[in-house]
């Protein structure tokens, strides 16, 4: 049964990138500050707080970041936490705000994540992500993320002939949507030659193939339908959210082309919403590499596995194609401040379902679909979100 | 209006302690086998899981901790979150669990804990648990837990006389209470003299006046009404849930010999549960420090301000006296690893509730309150349960 009392009245992100000079308090801020005066939500009406963070102890040396977070963006006094499932980190917070929201318990909350990865040194950041992994079987031997992603790059090309150009062509689409949002951290084109210089971070993955290292923010604003009449005439519905985990290192992986937990989470967030992959109108999934971009387009039934190599280079995925898949340029060419990602992409996903995406604005926005996920696909999150009047 | 559909039907805990050569993974499991075994529910019944933990990335360089964790217990594949607000970290997955179960999602979901802190130099501990201060404006500059703390103790003796003798006595009923408690940390009795060795940690505190570093777990099994009935004839109702924040840093404060966010989470608990401090038979505090006992059982309304301290001196907070208090021993003597403490708590009340507790057993078990907080209080999280004949 879709969900009933879920609305999005507001969504909103800082810029994403290199933030020198801004802290990790103060994006979290201006996120919330954006968020709440888009809608005019009175910050004293928001009655609960779900943030989504990943490492912040190790980056910031700052846990506990809710309180200090809410304190800092004018929010004090509110209970809050952090939720943490790694790239999942947003995506959970908002489940939890979901569940918070359809209990009764709250009418009026907030759903933000965030996190800072600038200002430590690439080897802190590449431990601190790591931590992401199963330390004890893979991160302590030597697999890193982008290592794990090559080897689900290599089983998909050997299974399906996916290629190194099929990639980069994910990467060439992402900075051409990117090239017009103006949050984004990298604001420019690509052609397919540059996606594919050979600068392997863990072949077959090269530098274009893989979501940079950023810093950001992002709010969203989630209220009752009682209340949502009186922050908009348009609110837009969550009608379905599904959770599921698989197991965190690949050594117990029965298939290495697919993540079972976004087939799982996909198929119950649909379920909820009593829609299927084909009432989508567009999707936002969670493109850390290309090659997770390529996959998770199979996992959520957009194209039937091995098929969607073929759907990009046809440029069915395109912002003019008939099946959109990141228009605002997604994590490789928006940049994936972690545990902001989850919550960006719901931003993204509530521009475009309203019309107000501008240059990267997709035909069809009734409907849509938002994947986002942790690690390997440890854990995934999928929404399903509607305008209201549809 | 009281919660009307979350019970508890199972509730348990690994030992606490230095618990060599037992991995963090390990005791997750050990203490999801207890909670499971304990009331027949089946692996496969358990929908989601919701795990609090403060600190893992740093203690044991492991961060997405839920789905590694479910996996190594028998749960693969089921949603799970993991919860941080530094010591309330348990008792925020907990509230998440309980909205799960009031939104309808889900009826019968795992509530988890776990910690692994000894496996690391106590340099690195303390830094750890740092973290769980604002890291700009305290630990950066110095100031540990038992130099917070320390503070909170001056002012409260300042205003209302409370002496180092009354805080040791505090140490000495924990120590009596654990000794007949084979899963705490130190099973022993002290003397008085021996709680007021003058081995200082931060003025006035000396170490009987702080909780250990510990090893541990714990696990509860919540359930809709519905489902409740086929596993036990005699659930535990959770009738009331608070939480609030205040800023995480003291200089922000307008009181030390209070903690704001204990008030206003107790007083959103038993408004929700419709009851007073009066109806509560017993207490369990959160009692990192033998002074935040004193100040939490005046802030969940147990006593005046100012007025715990003579109570403690009466014995009025002994096992046997009229408001008896952390009744199996507390942080101080059963050990406090941080992300498992707040569902531990649960535990300890669920036993002692249904009457269980043995020689722990407080004489009138029908209501109680939990308290549990994080940092020095900038997270709170309050919660009413009650025998469900009552």
């Known amino acids: 049964m879709p969900l009933k009392n879920t609305n999005i009245v507001s969504a909103a992100q800082t810029k994403f990138g290199a933030l020198k000079g801004v802290t990790f308090r103060e994006m979290f801020a201006e996120a919330v500050d954006k968020a709440t005066t888009q809608a ?22 700052q846990g ?57 040194s690439t080897a802190k950041v590449t431990e601190a992500l790591a931590a992401a992994a199963d ?37 060439v689409k992402a900075h051409k949507n990117a090239s017009t949002n103006p949050l984004a951290q990298f604001q420019k084109e690509i052609t397919l030659e540059k996606a594919l210089t050979p600068r392997y971070v863990a072949w077959p ?13 992002a709010a969203v604003v989630l209220t009752s339908n009682e209340k949502a009449k009186k922050y908009t005439d348009l609110p837009v519905k969550i009608t379905g959210t599904g959770q599921a985990s698989a197991s965190m290192d690949l050594c117990n992986r029965s298939d290495l082309t697919s993540f079972s937990s976004s087939v799982d989470a996909s198929r119950i967030a649909y379920k909820m919403a009593g829609l299927e992959p084909k009432d989508m109108d567009f999707a936002i ?16 039934g957009f194209f ?35 545990g902001a990602t989850g919550v960006k992409q719901v931003v993204v996903a509530y521009k475009e379902l309203l019309g107000t995406a501008g240059p990267n604005q997709v035909p069809k926005h009734d409907t849509c679909i938002v994947h986002n996920f942790g690690g390997t696909g440890a854990t995934c999150v999928v929404t399903v979100m509607r305008r209201s009047d549809v």
Chains 1, 2 share one sequence.
């Open 40 to 61: 005019g939500v009175p910050k004293k009406e928001i009655q609960a707080a779900f943030i989504g963070s990943f490492i912040p102890e190790m980056l910031v040396h």
């Open 64 to 120: 506990h970041t809710a309180p200090l977070l809410l304190d800092f963006a004018g929010l004090k006094g509110i209970p809050g936490t952090r939720h943490e499932a790694a790239c999942a980190s947003g995506a959970t917070a908002l489940r939890a705000a979901i569940m918070a929201i359809e209990s009764g318990i709250y009418d009026t909350v907030l759903v933000a994540g965030v996190e800072k990865m600038t200002s430590s």
């Open 135 to 171: 330390d004890q079987f893979e991160s302590s031997i030597g697999l890193t993320f982008p290592g794990v992603f090559g080897i689900a790059a290599v089983a998909h090309m050997q299974r399906y002939g996916t290629t190194e150009e099929d990639m980069a062509l994910v990467s």
């Open 205 to 217: 993955l090269k530098l274009f193939d893989c979501s940079p290292i950023s810093d950001g923010a």
């Open 285 to 300: 999934v969670h493109d850390c590499f290309t090659i997770a971009e390529i996959i998770a387009s199979e996992d959520i």
């Open 304 to 338: 039937k596995p091995g098929e969607a190599a073929k759907a990009v280079r046809d440029g069915v995925t395109a912002l003019d194609g008939d099946r959109p898949i990141n228009p605002m340029g997604g994590l490789k060419a928006v940049g994936h401040p972690v």
